[in-house]
């Protein structure tokens, strides 16, 4: 089984920049020709796709609110996931999640991930 776990997180100015990483232990093997994705949800709010990677990383895909702001990276020898936030806003507020699904099909749908982490807070003040 393998466990995915969020760093990076805290607070940060509007126009500041934060850098995410996910980490994946246990059966990393598990982490083989997967998809991974981020996502963050506010308190009183949906969950929201934020952007996915394919295993190769030449698959992206971003939610238009973060495009041109944030980028998605990998290294699978390090087993670990990415999320570069620039130029960041105040509603950019949220916990963010990173999760994985196997296959190469990036997607936006929170319910084709099988593996999530516990999530890491990012504030953002105006």
């Known amino acids: 089984q393998v466990q995915l776990v969020e760093s990076g997180g805290g607070l940060v100015q509007a126009g500041g920049s934060l850098r995410l990483s996910c980490a994946a232990s246990g059966r990393t093997s598990g982490t083989i020709n997967t998809t991974m994705g981020w996502f963050r949800q506010d308190p009183g709010k949906e969950r929201e796709f934020v952007a996915a990677?394919?295993?190769?990383?030449?698959?992206?895909d971003y939610a238009d609110s973060v495009t041109g702001r944030f980028t998605i990276s990998r290294d699978n020898v390090k087993n670990t996931v990415y999320l570069q936030m620039n130029s960041m806003k105040p509603e950019d507020t949220a916990v963010y999640y990173c999760?994985?699904?196997?296959?190469?099909?990036?997607?936006?749908?929170?319910?084709?991930?099988?593996?999530w982490g516990q999530g890491t807070q990012v504030t953002v003040s105006s």
């Open positions: 999760a994985g699904k196997f296959g190469n099909i990036v997607s936006s749908i929170g319910a084709d991930y099988s593996t």
């Open positions: 990677i394919s295993w190769r990383g030449g698959s992206r």
